[in-house]
């Protein structure tokens, strides 16, 4: 039941852009695209198998900033939330160097021409990667954030998860619009 819960959120997250609530005064005000990117983020990490153990050696998941932080304070509403029994944490960092455990990274637009040096990088890793730029599902991230009709829907690059050992639930990847491999090999 935990996981149609789950499930049931994603569904709901990826229909719209911007939520109407009621603030205490009464009156409406609208989820920014960043405040709905963060709850995205949170979701997705539900929806994926790290490699037996790669996430072990820790009390906390990590989400990892590369770059400039398009969120502002909108992550804090995760931040000591559990995923798969961690705890999550927020860091910003300059470099793919910083990271010290599995997590998630979001490679920020601010990031674009060293994606590829950052992808190579971190290729032996168990580490989530997301964007939301142009092209960087296509290029090697993971997951990748677009808008479309007003609304925030993502790209899989499954190939990627492959190669860093993740597994995407198949829940997910139905919701996703999937890159294929860059040899042009699609279905």
């Known amino acids: 039941m935990d996981f149609c819960r789950k499930l049931a959120a994603i569904l709901i997250l990826m229909s719209i852009t911007s939520v109407a609530v009621t ?3 009464g009156q409406e005000r609208k989820l920014g695209e960043y405040e709905v990117k963060a709850v995205f983020l949170y979701n997705l990490a539900k929806f994926i198998e790290w490699p037996d153990k790669s996430l072990d050696n820790s009390s906390t998941l990590t989400l990892y900033i590369l770059g400039d932080d398009p969120f502002g304070t909108h992550l ?8 798969k029994g961690k705890s999550v944490d927020v860091k910003q960092i300059d470099s ?6 599995v ?3 979001f490679i920020s637009s601010s990031e674009k021409g060293q994606l590829q040096d950052i992808l190579k990088g971190i290729s032996s890793k168990p580490i989530l990667t997301v964007g939301d730029t142009q092209s960087f599902a296509k290029r090697g991230v993971m997951v990748n954030f677009y808008i479309e ?5 993502f790209e899989i690059n499954i ?3 492959k190669l860093a050992g993740l597994k995407i639930s198949s829940n997910l990847l139905k919701m996703g619009k999937i890159i294929p491999p860059p040899s042009g090999k699609e279905k």
Do not use: F, H, T, V
């Open 23 to 25: 603030p205490a005064r």
């Open 76 to 83: 804090d509403a995760i931040k000591g939330k559990l995923i």
């Open 96 to 101: 793919p160097d910083a990271l010290k455990s």
């Open 103 to 105: 997590g998630i990274l």
């Open 149 to 153: 009709n007003n609304k925030i829907r």
């Open 159 to 161: 190939e990627a998860a």
